[in-house]
């Protein structure tokens, strides 16, 4: 079993940054990609940011120029680092891993950490 621990949400000002992280209880390397997710008040939980092993990147457009995520291998946690950001982007954050299991694809889901922007 894989475990996710995700910290760094919180309340923040419009234009304001947070780091959000995701530390797994195994290797990255068993992940094929890693993402972060977010569920707005719509309750729709939508991909706001991924990074395969090979370290390419795909953001959504809503957060490009502004969302980076990333990773560290030695430490097995995907980061998001969050700049200007605006009200729209007050969600529930979630992190994401996928790997291959008996052949399919198989996701992993954190917790769960609030990030709130408003002044």
């Known amino acids: 079993q894989v475990q996710l621990v995700e910290s760094g949400g919180g309340l923040v000002q419009p234009g304001g940054s947070l780091r959000l992280s995701c530390a797994a209880s195994r290797s990255i390397f068993s992940f094929y990609a890693m993402a972060w997710y977010r569920e707005g008040s719509g309750n729709e939980r939508e991909l706001v940011a991924m990074?395969?092993?090979?370290?390419?990147?795909n953001y959504a457009d809503s957060v490009k120029g502004r969302f980076t995520i990333s990773r560290d291998n030695a430490k097995n946690t995907v980061y998001l680092q969050m700049n200007n950001l605006k009200p729209e982007d007050t969600a529930v954050y979630h992190c994401n891993f996928k790997m291959w299991r008996d052949g399919l694809p198989y996701d992993y889901w954190g917790q769960g950490t609030q990030v709130t922007v408003s002044s």
């Open positions: 990074i395969d092993t090979g370290g390419s990147t």
